[in-house]
């Protein structure tokens, strides 16, 4: 983990851009490109990071492609939806499940660490903001700060900070990056 380089900010998708769907009592992602839908205030909230020329890039773990629950074009509906409402740098897609032992699959930080590289970005400086303990496992692992949306389903998690709302998570990002220029001038 270098410190040069610019900072970028990691969203995980379903509870952060999107809704979550409810199965079994439990926040689930969508199946069903009808299902999905885009969270109030996210594509506001992501403007708002690429305005402050902070790239934003998705890392979502979809393991019901490996189960076999999710189809191949709904999942690629549903990601042309959201990059359509949503203007985010680039995604990076986990579609197995813990039987294939791959790297990408969050807690590991492989889907991070692949995007740093692509897009020449310094994970030391870089944020992960997500709604579960996966998300905020995996941003520990890149070396990243860690930002958790607080839900009634994920009480309990610890992270670098704590916010109710993405906008939210926003308002600490460019703070912090605000002082941290302070601190360099
Ligand atoms: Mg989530």
Known sequence: VTSAGRGAIF????????????????????????????????????????AAGLPVFVVTNQPDLARGTLGAGEHARMLSMLRAAV???????????????????KPKP??????????GVALARSVMVGDSKRDLEAGRHA???????????????????VVETLGEAVDEILRNQRGECDVVQ
């Open 110 to 119: 492989g889907m991070l660490e692949e995007l740093a590289a692509r897009h």
């Open 87 to 105: 203007p985010v740098d680039d995604v990076a897609v986990c579609p197995h499940d813990d039987a294939d032992g791959c790297a990408c699959r």
């Open 143 to 161: 070396g990243c700060r860690t930002i958790l949306l607080r839900r009634d389903y994920n009480r309990g998690l610890e992270a670098d900070t």
């Open 11 to 50: 969203l995980d998708r379903d509870g952060v851009l999107n809704d979550p769907v409810w199965r079994d009592g439990a926040p689930a992602s969508p199946r069903r490109a009808t299902d999905f839908r885009i969270a109030a205030g996210a594509a506001d909230a992501v403007r708002r990071l690429r």
